[in-house]
């Protein structure tokens, strides 16, 4: 029955029910962290083998003779500019391949637009006073600290079904002041909504009154699919290309969930005009990032066909996981009518909508009985989430057993705060 259906009296004996149920759960003790979309230990093992790929009896040259444990080569081995380019479906020469991680080269870019003009005519972003950035949301929290650190106002715009609301960012890119927007085009984080050919058509015929306005693309989960179904992406270069717009987008991809987290391989991909500023910044910043790992990544998958092999090892152990979190939604907490949730066909994470106004009570709650949740409001900027009711579930980490405690925990906090709201305690 629908806890708004039910009588003051009905609410107050299901509160009870709810409130011993948890002081039970309190009392066992649990200790389970889903705050973050980490990888978990089945599989970091199935990349091991990468470890044993290079060593002192093999010899770390590139295709074209170049060694490996010397300086040099700042944009990336070509073999791994090949294989990254494969996974963006560009071409090898749009194509940065630099360190573990994918954020530290949008942290890194958004750093040289702000001292560096973007393109002619225009001026460092530090120069303008009333910078602003466009965020969908629910969002990536880490794309949002970025911003926010530079000293962007960042402006939401709502996520839809097929991506961010398109009518408001052709209106909000009318704003000079506008620079760009964060995009998660393929199972964005959380809701892992993939984002339409419309959408992505609309993305690349934008007419911005910025010239130096971009689109920060981050593809982050572009072969990260829970099913067997054929999720597709448009081809935003493609199709910026037939727009006359190719300065527009900047993409970002990295095998921090393939392989190894923090020992990764990151990569950009853009047009020559914007290269051409970004690797300015980076020539004085390094002489190369680490090509033994670079290497170590083209041996193990070889090709875009052997990384996508490899992420079918990865759905494997993910999808057990997935399809508890939805069951124990649908089953415990569903029928109260306090609950909206997405179900992802991949990406990291399963994104909910709690009664308005309980968020912050039910990751409290949680975190009191021993399960550590990302922090409601996370998916907002500045950490403000207007309705009180997102919050991102991370299901990756945990083994089976623990995420059915803590799904079971969270199932109990989710209703209690609802009945507690409608009661008005």
């Known amino acids: 029955m629908l806890y708004k259906e039910m009588t003051t009296a009905e609410l107050s004996a299901e509160y009870e029910k709810l409130k011993n149920e948890y002081e039970g759960i309190k009392a066992l003790g649990l200790n389970l962290n889903m705050s973050r979309g980490v990888p978990c230990k089945e599989q970091l093992e199935i990349s091991k083998d990468m470890l044993d790929i290079i060593n002192s009896d093999v010899e770390c040259v590139t295709i074209d003779g170049q060694d490996c444990r010397n300086y040099g080569i700042m944009d990336g081995i070509p073999s791994c500019k090949k294989l990254m380019s494969d996974v963006m479906g560009v071409t090898p020469d749009m194509v940065m391949v630099g360190g573990n991680s994918s954020l530290n080269m949008m942290f890194d870019t958004i750093a040289c637009f702000m001292t560096t003009p973007v393109c002619e005519g225009c001026v460092p972003w530090y120069e303008v006073k009333n910078r602003k950035f466009l965020c969908p949301v629910p969002g990536y929290d880490r794309h949002f600290g ?4 530079f000293g962007f106002e960042m402006i939401t715009v709502p996520m839809r079904d097929d991506g961010p609301d398109m009518d408001m960012v052709e209106e909000l890119i009318k704003d000079e002041s506008v620079k760009g927007i964060w995009c998660v ?19 690349a015929a934008l ?9 920060m693309w981050d593809n982050a989960y572009v072969i990260h699919d829970l099913t067997d179904e054929e999720v597709s992406l448009l081809n935003i270069f493609d199709e910026c290309k037939k727009t006359g717009n190719f300065d527009l987008p900047i993409e970002f991809c990295s095998t921090s969930k393939i392989t190894f987290p923090g020992s990764g391989v990151a990569a950009m991909a853009a047009s020559q005009n914007n290269m051409k500023v970004i690797k300015n910044k980076y020539k ?3 002489i190369g990032f680490d090509k033994i790992n670079m290497l170590r990544h083209v041996r193990f998958f070889k090709d875009l066909d052997g990384m996508k092999a490899h992420m079918k090892k990865h759905k494997d152990i993910l999808k057990p996981r997935f399809d508890l979190v939805l069951s124990k939604i649908k089953e415990n907490i569903e029928p109260f009518g306090v609950i909206r949730y997405e179900e992802p066909k991949g990406g990291y994470f399963v994104s909910v909508d709690v009664m308005e106004g309980t968020a912050k009570n039910v990751v409290s709650l949680c975190k009191e009985a021993g399960v550590i949740l990302t922090g409601a409001g996370a998916t907002y900027p500045y950490t403000n989430d207007p309705h009180d009711s997102n919050i991102r579930i991370a299901p990756t980490a945990p083994s089976i057993e623990d995420l059915s405690k803590a799904m079971d925990v969270f199932s109990v906090c989710a209703k209690l705060s609802a009945v507690e709201l409608l009661l008005g305690k």
């Open 185 to 203: 085009p393929k199972y964005s984080n959380p809701q892992g909504i993939t984002y339409s050919d419309e959408t992505v058509k609309r993305f």
């Open 146 to 149: 970025i911003t926010e650190y």
């Open 207 to 215: 007419k911005p009154a910025a010239k130096d306005f971009r689109i």
């Open 284 to 286: 004085f910043q390094t």
